[in-house]
């Protein structure tokens, strides 16, 4: 099953339209996409190792493009914005965001790049925070390419030989991801 789909994922990384995809995921991933632009960026690299360093500098463009739609929505409708982040279980992560932008500023938003803690919720922070807007798209940009930029030359330097590997627990590795999102799900139904 999970085969099937790999192998379904690794056509499309290579079609024609998927840097246009690629660009557009990273997007909305920096606003409010819920799921990692990584997942798409991996196999695309795995499709075309050569070009590692230009598709970490697309997604790095589609991600500071993102940010700085979603730097407004912080600036201007925080206030509208507040029930929904506490809705959807960001509030905690946003109010972590607002303590670090008090930190550390440019720092903190380069360091989000790396984090587990959704891009979206620093840059609709740094938005709320007023943060200036040339620190804020410099920040996103070293901090996202670094990501991106190690995601992709890791996945580039492991080669064949990663995939390889892959393909040969991609069924255990789904697996344990389905259990994993279950587990996750039903915490969060019962917190």
Excluded: N
Aim: proline letters at 5%; charged letters at 15%; one cysteine or more.
């Amino acid at each position: 099953m999970f085969r099937r789909l790999y192998d379904w994922t690794m056509v499309k990384a290579r079609h024609r339209h998927a840097r246009g995809w690629l660009f557009g995921t990273a997007v909305a991933e920096a606003i409010f996409f819920p799921i990692p632009v990584d997942v798409l960026l991996a196999p695309m690299v795995m499709a075309e190792r050569s070009q590692w360093w230009r598709l970490a500098l697309l997604t790095t463009l589609g991600s500071v493009v993102g940010a700085l739609i979603g730097y407004p929505l912080g600036y201007f409708l925080i206030e509208g914005l507040t029930p929904l982040l506490q809705d959807i279980g960001y509030w905690d992560a946003y109010l972590h965001a607002q303590d670090w932008f008090a930190r550390y500023g440019f720092w903190a938003l380069v360091v989000a790049g790396f984090t587990p803690i959704p891009f979206k919720v620093f840059t609709i922070a740094a938005g709320a925070a007023a943060m200036p807007i040339l620190p804020f798209v410099a920040a996103c940009a070293v901090g996202r390419f670094g990501r991106f930029g190690l995601v992709a030359g890791v996945v580039a330097a492991a080669g064949p030989t990663f995939e390889q590997r892959l393909l040969r627990y991609i069924d255990g590795i789904g697996w344990a991801c389905l259990v994993l999102i279950g587990i996750g799900l039903l915490y969060w139904r019962l917190a």
